[in-house]
């Protein structure tokens, strides 16, 4: 089983940054993908970040320039750094994580962006 533990949302002002990160524990492959995901009120759940355990990353197309994903292996931890939000950015964030065999969710952090 996988736990994953977010923390860093809040409230924000437009043009403002926060940084997400999630830890990850229990029994997973080394070899995975960690992310971020996000589901506004009223719409489907969409990509944000990912980052492979050997770093390779993909961002959804309105976070590219703005966010930058990371990761501490040695920590199970992975972060999300959100420059120049946006209120449109305003969302539940879900942490991720994906192996050949497991596909576990974090419980979401609320991140709220005012104009």
């Known amino acids: 089983q996988v736990q994953l533990v977010e923390s860093g949302g809040g409230l924000v002002q437009a043009g403002g940054s926060l940084r997400l990160s999630c830890a990850a524990s229990g029994t997973f492959f080394r070899g995975n993908t960690m992310g971020w995901y996000r589901q506004a009120p009223g719409k489907q759940r969409e990509l944000v970040a990912i980052?492979?355990?050997?770093?390779?990353?993909n961002y959804g197309d309105s976070v590219k320039g703005r966010f930058t994903i990371s990761r501490d292996n040695a920590k199970n931890t992975v972060y999300l750094q959100m420059n120049s939000l946006k209120p449109e950015d305003t969302a539940v964030y879900y942490c991720n994580i994906r192996t050949v065999t497991q596909n576990s969710w974090g419980q979401g952090t609320q991140v709220t962006v005012s104009s």
């Open positions: 980052i492979s355990s050997g770093g390779m990353t």
